[in-house]
């Protein structure tokens, strides 16, 4: 690993797989497995902001490994990593201070008009491939490096595991590789509508929340840290907080929050 500090959720992402595989190897009383699917189903939420970091800055120096990791996150999250690597990296931080641009934006096209967050979340669902697509051509049309071909082989590995797992038992695929990422794919953009939401972005310094809660992000893998992560996308998430505090005074005073709500965040305290 990068960092020794990768090891938390590493274990989350490794944890939360073998949650949602236990029924289909261990003959497991009714009880047990609605225990494991809740808390994989928790577990995946942690798997989310684990993958935003990863997209970011690969975890492994192991080419391998990190395919192997990309693997077990796309199962857990419902999305394969390149998928944001494309749509996320290469789309809304480039352009995030271009609302029009953006293809995160929470505004409604061509306006100022701050959308609905159940559409905002809904819309992201729906466009996320598409957007992931158009960047990738758009990459390969002007002659640079694209990661489409990444994203063709993590879509056809999902394809074939989840093919695999409703062959061995369709019931448990359903109940614990198909609802449960679909609902964690949906929180990604339900939680990070608010990451802009109430800024007027002119710079890195006023376009991005900053939160504080140490519990919030203690559980989201420090991504309340959201104007440094801005600043320097490639910066380890274990370093944010010091990166805050470098730039402490330049950024717009309204961007701060001292705590925002997640599930786990809610459950462990704020």
């Not at 274990?11 to 073998?18: D, R």
């Not at 419902?78 to 352009?95: K, V």
Request: with cysteine.
């Amino acid at each position: 690993m990068r960092y020794p500090v990768d090891a938390l959720p590493v274990a989350v992402v490794v944890g939360t797989t073998a949650l949602g595989l236990a029924p289909f190897v261990f003959h497991l009383p009714l009880a047990a497995v609605i225990g494991a699917w809740l808390l994989a189903l928790y577990g995946r939420t942690f798997c989310a902001f684990g993958q935003h970091n990863h997209g970011h800055l690969p975890v492994f120096r192991s080419w391998l490994l990190n395919r192997v990791y990309d693997a077990l996150l796309t199962q857990n999250t419902g999305y394969p990593t390149a998928l944001w690597e494309l749509q996320h990296t290469r789309g809304h931080h480039r352009h995030y201070l271009e609302p029009d641009a953006d293809v995160a934006r929470i505004t409604y096209p061509g306006t100022k008009t701050v959308m609905p967050r159940l559409l905002y979340a809904v819309r992201g669902n729906l466009t996320v491939h598409r957007d992931a697509i158009r960047i990738g051509l758009a990459e390969g049309r002007a002659g640079k490096p694209t990661l489409l071909p990444k994203l063709a082989f993590e879509l056809a590995l999902q394809l074939a595991v989840l093919g695999g797992l409703l062959f061995w038992n369709a019931p448990l695929a359903i109940a614990f590789f198909v609802v449960p990422p679909a609902l964690t794919a949906f929180f990604v953009w339900w939680e990070s509508y608010t990451h802009h939401l109430g800024t007027q972005p002119t710079n890195v310094y006023d376009a991005s929340m900053t939160v504080e809660s140490r519990a919030y992000n203690r559980v989201t893998f420090n991504i309340g840290h959201h104007t440094a992560h801005h600043e320097k996308p490639t910066l380890h998430w274990s370093l944010l907080p010091q990166r805050t505090e470098k730039i402490r005074e330049r950024i717009h005073a309204s961007c701060f929050r001292e705590q925002h709500g997640t599930v786990s965040s809610r459950l462990l305290g704020s």
